[in-house]
């Protein structure tokens, strides 16, 4: 259960780092290209670590602790997809 509790927030990061890499292509610079690619930054660095939080968990038993950890990490990775559809939205503004 951890193990895919883990997995699915990696996915959730993969394409989160899909929708802000392509995302950055649409901005010209500036003080947003730069907060971009800062954060761009931080969802490949936190993708690496759902992927080491699963190889150090890996065939441990799932005990409650790691179950809360799973999930706040997973709420995690939604969180980053909340921010990267608000980016958009502004973005969206700004270009209108």
């Known amino acids: 259960m951890l193990q895919l509790i883990l997995f699915a927030g990696f996915a959730l990061m993969l394409y989160n780092a899909y ?13 947003i290209g730069e ?5 761009n930054s931080f969802i490949v660095l936190f993708a ?4 080491a939080a699963g190889l150090l968990t890996w065939g ?3 005990d409650s602790l790691l179950l809360i950890m799973g999930l706040i990490l997973l709420l995690g990775a939604v969180f980053v997809w909340l921010v990267l559809r608000l980016v958009e939205a502004v973005l969206a503004a700004v270009e209108a």
């Open 60 to 62: 441990r038993p799932a």
């Open 48 to 51: 690496l670590g759902y992927l």
């Open 19 to 31: 929708v802000g890499f392509r995302m950055k292509s649409r901005v010209p610079g500036g003080i």
């Open 35 to 39: 907060r971009l690619t800062q954060l």
